[in-house]
Each structure stands twice: as structure tokens, then as C-alpha cells.
Antibody
Framework: QIQLVQSGPEVKKPGASVKVSCKTS????????LSWVRQAPGQGLEWMGW????????NYPQTVQGRITMTTDTSTNTAYMELRSLRFDDTAVYYC??????????????WGQGTLVTVSS | QSALTQPASVSGSPGQSITISCTGT?????????VSWYQQHPGRAPKLIIY???KRPSGVSNRFSGSKSGNTASLTISGLQAEDEADYYC???????????FGGGTKLTVL
């Protein structure tokens, strides 16, 4: 069955970086895109960007452009999201999610369990 | 760019139908049939329930349906059940610059 399993919780100081992993299984990794979505405590969902596993193309929103990097490792079917220069308002649960189709639509059909990143001094 | 606008909360009794609206602009919801809806129970990851305005993924109950008129998309849940109590988020493509945006979310309470 399709699974996306994320790395464990992180506590970071302001200004530091965090790298969250998302190990996938059950599907042909290179045929899909992976997106990252975060949710601050008690708040709604915020799209953080996506990456095409096939060609490495990325698209990030302006809100995090310059601080975020998404990568993939096709040898381990794992996606990564690195966020730099962390601020207190980066505290959130970060989800990875599979884009249902690379060629049409922009919906996410399978999700990881979420990784809590806490930014605290 | 602001998030898509959803009501903060809606409620209904078991067996009833409810509709959640998602209002955007002519630059997002109004221009593209790329609206999706997600259901999220507390402490859980979101679950895709509608994509491309009105399509249901395999395994999603046909009690869930989607539609769009102008700049507003809607999610209708018929035959409300206790298990439908959750937060619901809409999501829309918003063009090549903004790309993707979520609504603020709607908390559904089944009375």
C-alpha cells in the first residue's frame, strides 16, 4: 500500500535550519510530484511548494521563497524539505503529500503523518 | 494574496445536508476548474475528498459532492453522519505566480 512516512519532531532555535524527510513506498516515486503543506497550531493549511521527482522542477510561494529548498532522492524514494532562517511563526506541523497526477490537476491524494517543528529560544 | 474565504463554522443534524462555500476571485476559483476539498479530523492528516471541482477519489462516499459557480466553489455533504464532523479546506490553483492557495477552513459540527 502507498505510504509516506515522515521524520520525527524537531525543536530549533530562531535562525537555525530544519530538514524534514518523507520516505515513500508503494508507488513509482519518479512518476509523481511531492508537495509540502504546513499547519500552525490551531490554524489552517498553508501550501509550501512542490517538486517534480522526474526532473527536479520546484515551485515555491513568495512567502517562503529564498528560505526553502525541496529535494528528492530517487535511490531511497525519499523527499526532503529544508527551511532556513527559522522564525517563531514557522512553528507548525509540516506534511508531505503526493500530487495525484504530474500531468493534470493539483490535488494531493496521499499524505504523510506530519512532523512538528517547534521554533523556540 | 489572501486565502480563499470559507465560513468559519457550519452545523447540521444527522441526516441533513450542508453546504460549505469557498469564495475566491476571477484569478483563481473563477478561472480554473482546479478546486479540491480536504477533510481533516483533529490530529490527523488531511484527506482528499473532491478534486477538479466535482470529482471524487476512489473510496470517498458519494454523500460528498462539489460544484462551482463563478468565483465560488461549494462542497455539499448529504445525509450527515457523526463521522463527518471535521474541518474542511478548499484549495485552488491561482495562476503561475501564486500557484496554489487554501481556504481558511470550516469546522463542521454534527449536532
Amino acid at each position: 500500500q502507498i505510504q509516506l512516512v515522515q521524520s520525527g519532531p524537531e525543536v530549533k532555535k530562531p535562525g537555525a535550519s530544519v530538514k524534514v524527510s518523507c520516505k515513500t513506498s508503494g508507488f513509482t516515486f519518479i512518476n509523481y510530484g511531492l508537495s509540502w503543506v504546513r499547519q500552525a497550531p490551531g490554524q489552517g493549511l498553508e501550501w509550501m511548494g512542490w517538486i517534480s521527482v522526474f526532473n527536479g522542477y520546484t515551485n515555491y510561494p513568495q512567502t517562503v521563497q529564498g528560505r526553502i529548498t525541496m529535494t528528492t532522492d530517487t535511490s531511497t524514494n525519499t523527499a526532503y524539505m529544508e527551511l532556513r532562517s527559522l522564525r517563531f511563526d514557522d512553528t507548525a506541523v509540516y506534511y508531505c503529500a503526493r500530487r495525484r497526477s504530474l500531468t493534470s490537476g493539483l490535488e494531493f491524494d496521499y499524505w504523510g503523518q506530519g512532523t512538528l517543528v517547534t521554533v523556540s529560544s | 494574496q489572501s486565502a480563499l474565504t470559507q465560513p468559519a463554522s457550519v452545523s447540521g443534524s444527522p441526516g441533513q445536508s450542508i453546504t460549505i462555500s469557498c469564495t475566491g476571485t476571477s484569478s483563481d476559483v473563477g478561472s480554473f476548474n482546479l478546486v479540491s476539498w480536504y477533510q481533516q479530523h483533529p490530529g490527523r492528516a488531511p484527506k482528499l475528498i473532491i478534486y477538479e471541482v466535482n470529482k471524487r477519489p476512489s473510496g470517498v462516499s458519494n454523500r460528498f459532492s462539489g460544484s462551482k459557480s463563478g468565483n465560488t466553489a461549494s462542497l455539499t455533504i448529504s445525509g450527515l453522519q457523526a463521522e463527518d464532523e471535521a474541518d474542511y479546506y478548499c484549495c485552488s490553483y491561482a495562476g503561475s505566480t501564486t500557484f496554489l492557495m487554501f481556504g481558511g477552513g470550516t469546522k463542521l459540527t454534527v449536532l
